[in-house]
Every structure is written in structure tokens, then in C-alpha cells.
């Protein structure tokens, strides 16, 4: 007599209780589903991977404080299980997340998108066990080359060093609203703050986080975080009005990258 599957172990990782809420439905309506945990944060997802080990993980890529890859790192790329990628932000690094990782969802994913991603999760897991493998094997190289970044210290910006002449000042990027061309030089727009940082624009925004900044203009690099809405204009361009009531202009060269970081178009 064939013995039964041992049931899967997941683990749904999401800041935002919604977004967690709809897997966790989902996978509850599995009958290969035997377990679902959830962590709210990336501290409780570390802890869950090593104390719980789940089957797979549908991983947040953006979170405050610890973020998806930051929760590769503590728990260490070999160790984690199978791993879903889950992200609002349809950007480069996803090119890398469907080559090398076991799959990704672009939220809001549809039934379809999450069927074909269960479909390739539980193969997977089934070519593992059939096989008596403990390596999960969901991370190829070009992923695990981001990942490596990502985990050392100042390859990604979170600060950004304001030196005047009596005082050097740290400016978290979070806190950044945007960024402008000064010359040769940048200017940082932190609330009604402005500081000027002696670096091209080219250069900074390459060591800002690639899911939270994204470039407009030839001249301006907004944190999507800090805009409020997009006014369309003529000829394919966009105002990007911040929620502080600055309004920037989107021309159209850049409108494909916005596109790509909202995973829609506008």
C-alpha cells in the first residue's frame, strides 16, 4: 500500500495582515496543506524557520526593520526552506527571482498566478523528498549574488552621511522624500529639511534600495513611499505630487522603471 504524503508545513511571512489573510485562506483550502504558520514581522520569521521548519515560505520582500532578504541572511541561504517570493514591486530583481528562485508572487496575484505557483512548489518538494535532499536548492546564483549584497554593511544605503563644517549628520533613507541634481552634487529633501551631499546622482541612487527608490527624471529620484498620487500630463509625462504637497515632473524615459517597481501600468 502507496503511503500518504506527509503534509506540508507553511509559512506565510507578511507585515500587513490582508496580505497574509489571503494566502493563509488559500492555503488553508489545500488538503496537501497540513500546517500554516505566520509571522508578522522578519524577527518572527527567523524564528519560526529554525524552531518550526516549515516546508516552504511565502517571504515579504518588503518590511520595516528586517526585510525578506534580511531574513535570508540571519537564517543563512542554505538553510532556508523552499522559498516564495512576495512583492508589490515588479521590479529588476524579479528577472533574478523567476530564473533562480522557486517562484515569486507580484501582488495582487490572481487564482491562476497562485495555482501555477503551488504547482511548482509541490513538485519541488516532492523531487526533495523523493531524494532525501536537505538542500532546498531555491536560490540560484544571480539571486544569491543580491543577497550576499544586501547582507553587507554599506553596499545598500540605509543612512546617508551629511558632513558640514562642524558636524557630521546621519540621514536615515527611509526618512528621504526625494532627491534632486545639484550641480555636480545631490540635494536630499527630508521633510522640510534639505541637505546637500557632495555625489552625483548617478552614484547615489545606485547604493539606495532598489524596492523603495525609484528614478523620474534624468534630474530626481523619489521614495515611492513618500508619493501621493500621479497627475497625468501631455505627451506621456506624469506629476509626482508627495504627500507634502511637492510636485515633481515624471518625463517619459522614465516611465517604464516606475512601471516596472508598481508591477502595473499607468
Not at 552621511?161 to 522624500?177: A, G, H
Request: proline fraction near 4%; include cysteine.
Amino acid at each position: 500500500m502507496e503511503a500518504q504524503p506527509k503534509p506540508i508545513c507553511a509559512l506565510v511571512v507578511d507585515d500587513e495582515a490582508p496580505a497574509r489573510r489571503r494566502l493563509t485562506d488559500r492555503l488553508a483550502k489545500d488538503g496537501d496543506i497540513g500546517q500554516i504558520l505566520q509571522a508578522e514581522n522578519g524577527v518572527a520569521a527567523v524564528t519560526l524557520i529554525q524552531q518550526a521548519k516549515p516546508d516552504i515560505v511565502f517571504l515579504d520582500v518588503q518590511m520595516p526593520e528586517i526585510d525578506g532578504f534580511g531574513v535570508i541572511n540571519a537564517v543563512g541561504p542554505d538553510n532556508m526552506p523552499l522559498t516564495v517570493f512576495v512583492t508589490a514591486y515588479d521590479h529588476f530583481a524579479l528577472q533574478a527571482f523567476e530564473a533562480d528562485a522557486i517562484d515569486y508572487l507580484l501582488k495582487p496575484f490572481g487564482n491562476k498566478r497562485y495555482e501555477l505557483t503551488m504547482e511548482r512548489v509541490k513538485k519541488r518538494l516532492h523531487d526533495q523528498r523523493s531524494s532525501d535532499s536537505g538542500a532546498s536548492g531555491s536560490f540560484g546564483p544571480e539571486l544569491l549574488k543580491l543577497i550576499e549584497k544586501r547582507a553587507r554593511p554599506g553596499e545598500i544605503w540605509d543612512w546617508i552621511v551629511v558632513r558640514s563644517r562642524d558636524n557630521v549628520r546621519l540621514v536615515m533613507t527611509q526618512d528621504i522624500d526625494w532627491i534632486e541634481a545639484s550641480g555636480v552634487y545631490v540635494t536630499v529633501h527630508v521633510g522640510d529639511e534639505q541637505f546637500l551631499y557632495r555625489s552625483g546622482l548617478a552614484t547615489v541612487t545606485s547604493r539606495l534600495d532598489p524596492f523603495r527608490f525609484v528614478r523620474i527624471h534624468r534630474s530626481s529620484v523619489v521614495n515611492l513611499r513618500s508619493v501621493a498620487l500621479l497627475e497625468r500630463r501631455s505627451h506621456g509625462e506624469f506629476a509626482v505630487v508627495l504627500k507634502d504637497g511637492t510636485n515633481l515632473m515624471m518625463s517619459r524615459s522614465y516611465r517604464a522603471d516606475v512601471e516596472a517597481m508598481l508591477g502595473q501600468d499607468l
